[in-house]
């Protein structure tokens, strides 16, 4: 619909990405008459042209992703809306070099604007009408009282499930939450965190339908209601700026990222298989199976009120309800259930992960996704981050107190967390360190026994290294006093491993490597007949080799090798926490485990629907490989928190570090791997990385790695 009031200038630009044929529109949404970017409109492309619903940021900008088949030369419809503002909805060629204005505003004429009608105002009083019927049945639900939750609003259906509530003083767009009487429970609408809530539909709209069960009833514990009532969780911010000095939250107010429970609650059995079941469908780690009974319970007080509160609401014990729960966590079937997963095992940094995933698709709503990964953020600490999804959502939805009211929450978080920062003393960078020991020291001769979790973590000496690569960045950590540079391994071959994945010491100039050379490479050790690797079937594998220059014999004289300093450039596909291991002395805290980097030539279509395991793997196994920053000295750029937005952003990146060969792995085997290897192409690695640069364009040719268009994410 078009009217006079409001220019949506958008201009559109058409880009190739690389080495994919994807095409992408991207874009700016303006206000004609004030020339003002608009931010929070929505934009999406109509019919099957594969994209899914972007939002525009606080530019104004936005980029649609468009699906395979659509090539230069086609038409799409494209949709822009905002509150406040009449719909656009206009076919654009792709492959048009455009802005593209859409004029709705008649241009001035001598200096004088044009007239413009002024809008309709809005009805004193608004009308609902929708029906009610049995979830599963279809069957109509009669004479049943429908109302609107704290209001005085109500209305019956009739004898084919029809209601209509009348005179309700509330504006068309604004947030209604609905309740039937007993003995129904509302199933459908179950949006933005409350059973029965929806936003109250334009009289134009479709009457609005209305699915509900019987108290009781156990489709409750079947897949999709089990979503909606993880995904509730979300929507309730925990007030974490009052928690005391002393409390075993920390100091920031926020739960340790590395000290979640694996939660559990009122189902202590539920364990390694259920980790192993939402694993299988991730290359990260989801939760730790050695939690201790203390970090159990630092959650499960607020999981079992909350599980409590959704078993009542249901009519249904909470046994059966944690259950159904234990056994929908084992069938996962994409990023955004995997977030809630990981909520409901108390793994926030890895549901933060999954939920920035689900934003490059999913079926979940915008509003359901943005608060997802704003609370994941806020229990991290993350608290600059959470905001920015919570004013997204809000600027969605201005009318919504829901989006304030917790974004208030956060920033008294954030106030406690920088004034107990004031109150600490923070540790100097120090840039001065002690030579390194021989590579080659004494290490026991047997493997020995594998340490427990109560044995994890001790302290094996101090880390030293007579390089230091990243300068004025170095950052100190607890782990450089604690853990030396060959770890707590105990057999030779992996204590010499471990201090090859601590070298700082690589020289350059680097050498500029492509995804040919690794294949290459990979394909040279494994002519040698060396045995690395640790599982492949039912085979167990001989591990890293005492001597690893064994691994390298066939490798031409020209090729690069293990220690020298090579650059790649190209994308990064995917960034985690590493897990428990013992190069960083079987510790596992954010600061104390590596940062391992997806990274590929071109940006993989992980995302694309539909996506399965299968297709996930055969992009990984064909494309990419490993780079990871290790904790020692660890500057804050390169840091899981830094590196993420490269990711969301696809930026063109040069990532220079050590050349290295992870030898406690196998590759992929076509387009399949072992349970427990991760999908990569190659088990050459850049490790440990000492610097990130970000191309300053968005094309691979203009990114080339001698080009003057790279700037390091390290201050100066």
């Known amino acids: 619909m078009r ?54 940021d606080s530019d104004g900008v936005f980029v649609l992703t468009l699906s395979h088949d659509v090539k230069a030369g086609d038409t799409v419809r494209l949709r822009v809306r905002k509150d406040g503002y ?33 809008a309709r105002p809005k009805p004193q009083t608004a009308t609902l009408r929708g029906f009610v019927s049995e979830k599963g049945s279809g069957q109509a639900v009669t004479a049943t009282q429908v109302w609107i939750m704290g209001e005085p609003y109500t209305g019956t259906t009739d004898d084919r499930g029809r209601f209509t509530i009348s005179n309700i003083a509330k504006p068309y767009g604004s947030d209604v939450t609905l309740g039937v ?11 933005l965190g409350y059973r029965g809530r929806t936003y109250f539909p334009n009289p134009g ?37 009052t928690v005391p000095a002393d409390d075993e939250y920390g100091w920031n107010g926020a739960i340790d990222p590395q000290e979640q429970p694996h939660m559990v609650p009122a189902q202590p059995s539920v364990g390694s298989a259920q980790i192993t079941a939402v ?6 780690v989801i939760a730790y199976d050695s939690q201790t009974e203390w970090q159990r319970e630092n959650n499960e007080k607020e999981w079992n009120v909350f599980l409590k509160e959704r078993a009542e609401e249901i009519g249904l014990p909470v046994s059966q309800l944690v259950k159904a729960i234990d056994n929908w966590v084992r069938d996962l079937k994409n990023d955004y259930q995997r977030g809630l997963a990981n909520l409901y095992l108390g793994d926030y940094r890895s549901a933060t992960i999954k939920f920035h995933q689900a934003l490059n698709g999913s079926d979940a709503p915008i509003e359901q996704l943005y608060m997802s990964v704003a609370y994941a953020e806020y229990r991290n600490g993350n608290y600059d981050e959470s905001s920015v999804f919570l004013r997204k959502l809000s600027d969605l939805h201005p009318d919504d107190p829901l989006p304030r009211n917790n974004l208030s929450i956060v920033q008294r978080a954030s106030a406690v967390q920088n004034q107990k920062r004031e109150q600490v003393p923070q540790p100097v960078p120090q840039y001065e360190f002690p030579s390194a020991p021989s590579s080659r020291e004494a290490a026991p001769e047997d493997r020995g026994p594998q340490k427990s979790p109560t044995q994890a973590c001790k302290n094996n000496g ?5 390089c230091n690569p990243f300068g004025t960045a170095t950052m100190v950590h607890a782990i450089d006093n604690t853990c030396a540079i060959s770890g707590d391994a105990a057999s030779p071959g992996d204590q010499a491993q471990d201090r090859q994945k601590n070298n700082l010491c690589a020289k350059g100039p680097a050498r500029v490597i492509t995804i040919k050379d690794l294949t290459a490479l990979q394909q040279a050790v494994d002519a040698a007949g060396v045995d690395y690797g640790a599982e492949l079937g039912s085979k167990l594998h001989a591990g890293p080799p005492s001597d690893r220059s064994s691994l390298f014999t066939k490798l031409p004289s020209s090729s690069p090798r293990e220690g020298d300093l090579v650059s790649f450039v190209g994308y990064i596909v995917d960034a985690r926490s590493g897990s428990l291991e013992t190069v960083n002395c079987d510790c596992g805290k954010p600061d104390q485990t590596d940062v391992q980097i997806v990274v590929a030539d071109h940006p993989l279509n992980l995302q694309a629907k539909p996506t399965s395991v299968a297709d996930r793997d055969t992009e990984l196994c064909s494309n990419s490989f490993i780079a990871e920053t290790i904790p020692h000295r660890r500057p804050a750029a390169l840091e899981l928190a830094a590196i993420e937005p490269l990711r969301y952003k696809k930026a063109i990146v040069k990532i220079t570090g050590q050349l290295f060969f992870d030898a406690s792995h196998r590759p992929c085997y076509g387009s399949a791997h072992t349970k427990a ?17 970000v191309c300053s364009q968005n ?12 700037k390091s994410v390290m201050p100066k």
């Open 205 to 241: 709209a479709q009457p609005l339908a209305v699915y509900v069960r019987r108290y009781g009833d156990q489709g409750f514990l079947q897949g999709p209601s089990l979503e909606k009532m993880l995904g509730q969780k979300p929507f309730h911010f925990e007030d974490r700026s």
């Open 699 to 710: 094309t691979m040719t203009q990114c080339t790695s001698d080009s003057k268009e790279w």
């Open 279 to 284: 694993a299988s469908h991730d290359m990260s």
């Open 181 to 191: 009487d007993a003995p129904w429970v509302i199933e459908e609408p179950y949006y």
């Open 677 to 693: 290897d991760p999908s990569r192409l190659t088990v050459f690695e850049i490790h440990p990385v000492y610097d990130i640069e």
């Open 3 to 56: 009217t006079a009031c409001v220019t949506i200038v958008l201009a559109i630009s058409i880009s190739l990405a690389y080495g994919q044929g994807i095409l992408t529109f991207s874009g700016v949404v303006t206000d004609a008459n004030t020339g003002k970017k608009i931010a929070g409109a929505l934009v999406s492309l109509a019919g099957g042209s594969g994209a899914k619903e972007e939002v525009t």
């Open 462 to 466: 101090k880390f030293e290294s007579a």
């Open 86 to 118: 009449e719909a656009f909805d206009e076919n654009v060629t792709v492959g048009q070099s455009l802005p593209h204005p859409v004029a709705l505003v008649p241009k001035t004429t001598k200096g004088k604007p044009t007239r413009v009608s002024p």
